[in-house]
């Protein structure tokens, strides 16, 4: 048997290895993994219902595809409810505060017979873009983070501050096991974070009339929410000797009443005016002028599109209505369930008021389903590590974009974690165009291949921006 040396075998074990490193980050690019994680089909359908099969096969494509972070001996990795995962990433210097970037794993369904352009579980690229349930919401996110570590451990990164990774597997059913039992972990521990950042605003651009260039909007809060269950008892009987009025009607006026008197318009009186503060310099001519009364310009501007007028009100949206059994039966029993996004300036109690109030009908039964008030205000001023370091990464990247405070109009996984930090930040440097509101749990979700590129270079900056010990001084 041929005998080599012990240093020859080590040379070339070496060479390998690092043949091996060059292939991985020149062949396997990471838009392609982006789309192998989109093709599983990790959907949460209910709160009682989600794919189990394609949430253990997404946790075997994250150990295959990132090795370096899976058999590092700094990163500690821990599955928690199952399939969520919680990566912690030591800092060499253990006396500054950690910070935790959050993402989900799991989708909302998709029906390829919607209309979408391509199969929503296909990951197809057309003019661009990558197609797929989970591109912008928020496996982009999950993709781009890990993405990003993995390069920097290549590069033999050791980051100075402690830094946490979570990622959920039931964000779109309010995350009861994967972020509240990461969160309890967390405390369990004792762990305080200095900032947290997970999905949320994005980087709007022409989306508000009379915005000049692009503006990042960071999610310092997001609304609460409420919903609630409409129901309407009648006798049943023959279709042919209707009353005057049927279960159905009686529920569809009850209906129609929430949504014709739409919750008060409150701009002004949350962090949206912040927003347009700090986005003031950036309106043209006419809307300067609109925007010295801000009042005026939340009517006249923001009102009119679903995006924009969910920044300025608590919404109401009806989003499911049932009845009937039969076309000659009078229906017994009809119910919908409305759900409510609390604008930052009201609380749960206030809202329930309020739709009792429209509804003012005796025959409608109103019960509470679930709900939560908004969430607290992170800080945004000059001397808030998190928010500055975030803004200063978008700049980094993205050095014509405006940076301002923002209220999330969805809710995150990062509503858990207000006991481990008094800031959270909302916000993925997605870019946001005419049309895209509609993609968000809709068709056609797709995001280009040049913005996850950004993507996980912003993460990959992030992570080594959160490095510094102190912000840099007031300028003088
Ligand atoms: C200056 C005006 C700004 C317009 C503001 C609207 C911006 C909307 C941008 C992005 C959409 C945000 C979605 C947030 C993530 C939602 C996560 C989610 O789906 N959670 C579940 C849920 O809320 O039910
Ligand atoms: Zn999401
Ligand atoms: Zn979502």
Same mark, same amino acid.
């Given at each position: 048997m041929l005998r080599y040396p012990g240093w020859l075998l080590g040379y070339l074990w070496w060479l390998l290895k690092g043949c091996y490193a060059v292939a991985r980050v020149f062949l396997v690019d990471a838009r392609v993994l982006l789309g192998v994680a989109v093709k599983i089909p990790t959907v949460s359908f209910s709160a009682s219902e989600q794919n189990t099969t394609a949430l253990k096969e997404f946790d075997q494509l994250l150990r295959r595809v990132f090795p370096k972070i899976f058999s590092s001996s700094l990163v500690q990795h821990e599955m928690v409810g199952n399939y969520s995962h919680l990566l912690t990433v030591p800092g060499s210097e253990p006396d500054l505060e950690p910070y935790m970037l959050l993402a989900h794993i799991d989708v909302v369904p998709a029906d390829e017979a919607d209309g979408w352009d391509a199969p929503p579980f296909s990951a197809q690229e057309l003019n661009g873009f990558i197609y797929g349930r989970g591109t912008i919401d928020n496996k982009q996110s999950v993709m781009g983070i890990l993405q990003a570590l993995e390069y920097l451990l290549e590069q033999g990164y050791t980051p100075r501050r402690s830094f946490y990774i979570g990622l959920g597997h039931d964000e779109e059913i309010s995350g009861p096991q994967g972020a509240v039992n990461i969160v309890k972990l967390l405390k369990s521990r004792g762990v305080k974070l200095l900032y947290v950042l997970d999905e949320g605003l994005t980087i709007m651009d022409? /989306? /508000?009339?009379?915005?000049?260039g692009p503006g990042a909007l960071i999610g310092v809060s997001e609304k609460g929410q409420a919903t609630v269950k409409l129901s309407v008892s009648t006798p049943p009987g023959h279709s042919s000797m209707p009353p005057r009025e049927s279960s159905i009607g009686i529920l569809a006026s009850a209906v129609t009443r929430l949504e014709k008197n739409r919750m008060p318009n409150l701009f002004g009186h949350g962090p949206e005016r912040a927003t347009f503060e700090h986005l003031a310099h950036k309106f043209g001519w006419p809307y300067r002028m609109v925007m010295s009364n801000l009042w005026l310009f939340s009517s006249l501007v923001l009102e009119g599109q679903p995006d924009t007028n969910a920044f300025v009100r608590t919404t109401t949206a009806v989003t499911m209505f049932n009845s009937g059994v039969k076309i000659n039966v009078m229906p017994a029993y009809a119910e919908a369930f409305v759900n409510f996004r609390i604008h930052s300036s009201q609380t749960l109690q206030e809202v329930l008021k309020l739709i009792k109030s429209t509804i003012s009908d005796e025959r409608v039964k109103v019960e509470f389903v679930s709900g939560f008030d908004p969430l607290p205000i992170s800080s945004y001023d000059e001397d808030t590590f998190g928010y500055q370091i975030i803004k200063k990464t978008v700049h980094d990247i993205f050095p014509e974009v405006t940076v301002s405070p923002g209220i999330c109009v969805g809710n995150t996984d990062s509503r858990h974690y207000t006991e481990l930090s008094p800031d959270i930040y909302r916000f993925a440097p997605s870019w946001y165009k005419?049309?895209?509101?509609?993609?968000?749990?809709? /068709?056609?979700?797709r995001i280009s291949i040049q913005n996850y590129e950004e993507i996980v270079l912003f993460y990959f900056q992030l992570m080594q921006n959160s490095d510094i010990r102190n912000l840099p001084g007031p300028r003088t």
């Open positions: 022409g /989306v /508000v009339d009379g915005l000049i005419p049309g895209d509101s509609a993609r968000f749990h809709g /068709v056609n979700e």
